[in-house]
């Protein structure tokens, strides 16, 4: 059985931020959280949406860039052990896409078409459950508030990725703040022995 699991945001995260969300809320019309925007519209509207979102999400993934260091690091935390997963709010075609664009290998995938999202913690419950891995000994690990609120809820540590961002208002909500991913990896294997 695992003690630990490592789980992965995947826009933003491992791969440099490159969906212009903006761009989606403005083609779709609807302001703030995309996928809560749409559960509440009627059947059609959903459908052109999801149509939307999931022609910008390919097309992100065809021209996405790792951060320096991801697949390394992803590597280096199975290597250690641990259960790695990604946990995303794309669809699952479009994360395995990515996935397989830049061989990075993990143990659990959950997306969109898996049931609940972040923030919620059940996505990372579930995935510490399959891996066999105890949550609280964990790590959800992004660059979003949603990352850290679903971290939380789950009772898992949190690692906030920034790249070469200013640090966002919610940094204080992560355990730790990271620019690099090789900077996680002292975490983890610290916490996760």
Not at 56 to 66: C, D, G, I, K, Q
Not at 90 to 97: C, E, F, I, M
Request: net charge negative.
């Amino acid at each position: 059985m695992r003690r630990c699991a490592v789980i992965f945001d995947l826009d933003g995260t491992l791969t440099r931020p490159n969906i212009d969300f903006e761009a989606i809320r403005g083609e779709i019309g609807v302001e703030g959280p995309i996928l809560e925007a749409m559960e509440a519209m009627d059947p059609a509207a959903r459908r052109r949406a999801t149509e939307i979102l999931c022609r910008h999400e390919r097309e992100a993934a065809e021209v996405a860039t790792l951060f320096d260091g991801a697949r390394e690091t992803v590597e280096a935390c199975r290597a250690m052990g641990h259960g790695v997963a990604v946990l995303t709010r794309n669809a699952r075609v479009t994360a395995q896409r990515v996935l397989a664009r830049f061989a990075i290998r993990v143990d659990a995938l959950r997306t969109r078409d898996d049931g609940a999202i972040k923030p919620s913690g059940e996505p990372i419950l579930s995935i510490c459950e399959a891996l066999g891995a105890d949550a609280a000994r964990s790590w959800m690990v992004g660059d979003y508030l949603f990352d850290l609120q679903s971290g939380k809820a789950a009772g898992s540590g949190t690692v906030l990725m920034v790249g070469e961002k200013a640090l966002p208002s919610f940094a204080d909500q992560a355990d730790h703040v990271i620019r690099t991913l090789a900077e996680l990896l002292p975490i983890v294997d610290g916490v996760c022995d």
